[in-house]
């Protein structure tokens, strides 16, 4: 089945505790994207890649890094995360250009930052 | 201050009435994106357009671009509970660069 895996779902963690959400898709899809999602602000976007070993930035990157060593693989490393990333955060990725083509989401990960 | 404004923010209708919901911006995108997102799920696209002034129909839904590229609009006809979720817009830069707006949470009641 093609999809867009997301671990862990749920994650609740401390201060400065660093973490990664892994994102994986198998689809062979060269755009793969990092979103969260806050109440009344949308989704945001975090980093983008178009390729392997391509990554920019997206609206909101600061206080997270992120990397794509695989087409498949598109993890997203919180170095030290603060209470203000608490959110849900989405995984997507797509074939081509994405602004043209369909983007397919991950089911989402639930973070809280104590 | 989102780049792209999403209105309104929350409707609430009867089953058969029609709605609008408005996506603009002062800033000129290469496309534009509609998607609906179900609680608990990733959103889902509905629809691309590309071409100012272009009009893409999905059944009971009409989308609309702008001529100039900077709001679109959706539409929908006949309401049906089924239609109830969150509807995002989202501008895209580049084609690569994505803006989402801050959503609409839609409520058709039976």
């Known amino acids: 089945e093609a999809q867009v895996t997301q671990n862990p779902r749920y994650l609740i963690t401390v201060t400065g505790k660093k973490l990664t959400v892994t994102c994986s898709q198998n689809m062979n899809h060269e755009y793969m994207s990092w979103y969260r999602q806050d109440p009344g602000l949308g989704l945001r976007q975090i980093y983008y890649s178009m390729n392997v070993e391509v990554t920019d930035k997206g609206d909101v990157p600061e206080g997270y890094k992120v990397s794509r060593k695989e087409k498949r693989n598109f993890p997203l490393i919180l170095e030290s995360p603060s209470p203000n990333q608490t959110s849900l955060y989405f995984c997507?990725?797509?074939?081509?250009?994405?602004?043209?083509?369909?983007?397919?989401f991950g089911p989402g990960t639930r973070l809280t930052v104590t | 201050t989102q780049l792209l404004e999403q209105s309104p923010q929350f409707l609430s209708i009867q089953e058969g009435e029609n709605l609008t919901v408005y996506c603009n911006s002062s800033s000129v995108f290469s496309s534009l994106q509609w998607y609906r997102q179900e609680p608990g799920e990733g959103p889902v696209l509905l629809v691309t357009v590309v071409t100012g002034g272009e009009v893409k129909k999905l059944k009971r839904l009409t989308f609309q671009f702008g001529d100039a590229r900077k709001d679109s609009s959706l539409h929908i006809t006949a309401a049906q509970p089924g239609d109830t979720g969150l509807y995002l817009c989202?501008?895209?830069?580049?084609?690569?660069?994505?803006?989402f707006g801050s959503g609409t949470k839609l409520n058709v009641k039976p």
């Open positions: 989202a501008g895209i830069y580049n084609f690569n660069k994505f803006y």
């Open positions: 997507a990725s797509s074939f081509g250009v994405a602004g043209n083509n369909e983007q397919y």
